[in-house]
């Protein structure tokens, strides 16, 4: 079983989301022996936000209509894709930045979201080729959003995740949430806890599992 994991905080040390992708990872492992991990760091080393050098891919040209940017750019694309479509499990730590994502991991969505790979239209509508994935996001937030209607409406960062997965085809998708973190060092350590109960919650069989043991 090959586990992409994923983080996209940029605030190193002092991050819950690492924390909890770290966790979530080492109890996959556990659970699943044999799982080969590849690991990116987003705050560290991020795509470039699209712009005519890095949508070459969408554009549509023969690769010797393309300049050495667009190649370079489409090569970083097309690594990122193939990593992730390869992947059985994606671990992504996903805290929340001023209601939404990190823009980093979003300029990653914006490299692996791609017609005919990714998704595809039809004459019914939208239909995900990424399908049978497991992807499991450690949430963090600073305020309490979930249990609260009044404000879960501000919530663009889950309900995004929950979209775009899905469009990808990927129904699968597990939080590990930690949130209230910056309502007092009591809160904290009370999200933190729930996080934890939720990660031993999602170590549980993966979407594919029957496929991942015949290619074993
Ligand atoms: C740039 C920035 C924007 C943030 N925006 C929000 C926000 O809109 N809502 C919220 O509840 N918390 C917000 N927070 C708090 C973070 O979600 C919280 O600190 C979380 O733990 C960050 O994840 P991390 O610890 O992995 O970095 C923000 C934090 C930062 C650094």
Same mark, same amino acid.
């Given at each position: 079983?090959?586990?992409? =994991? %994923? ?41 470039? =936000? ?40 994606? *671990? *992504? ?7 939404? %994502? ?34 499991? *996001?450690?949430?963090? /937030? ?13 919530? =663009? ?15 699968? *998708? /597990? ?23 939720? %990660?031993?919650? =999602? ?11 015949? /290619?074993?």
């Amino acid at each position: 079983m090959k586990l992409l =994991h %994923i983080d996209s905080s940029a605030m190193g040390a002092q991050s819950v989301s690492r924390e909890l992708t770290r966790r979530t990872v080492a109890q996959w492992q556990d659970s699943h022996p044999g799982t080969v991990v590849e690991y990116l760091d987003l705050a560290a080393d991020a795509p470039s =936000h699209l712009d005519m050098d890095s949508l070459g891919f969408r554009l549509g040209l023969d690769a010797d209509a393309l300049t050495p940017a667009q190649k370079r750019e489409n090569a970083l694309t097309e690594q990122l894709l193939g990593q992730f479509l390869a992947a059985d499990v994606v *671990v *992504v730590g996903a805290p929340m930045y001023n209601f939404s %994502i990190p823009s980093q991991l979003k300029a990653w969505i914006d490299r692996v979201a791609q017609a005919g790979r990714t998704f595809t239209y039809t004459e019914k509508g939208p239909v995900g080729l990424a399908g049978g994935k497991t992807v499991i *996001v450690a949430s963090t /937030r600073g305020g309490a959003y979930s249990a609260n209607p009044a404000l879960a409406f501000l919530d =663009h960062q889950e309900s995004y995740l929950k979209t775009v997965f899905g469009f990808f085809g990927i129904t699968d *998708v /597990r939080f590990v949430r930690a949130e209230g973190v910056a309502m007092g060092e009591e809160a904290k350590r009370k999200a933190i806890a729930e996080a934890d109960a939720d %990660i031993q919650a =999602h170590a549980a069989e993966a979407a594919n599992e029957g496929q991942a043991a015949l /290619r074993a």
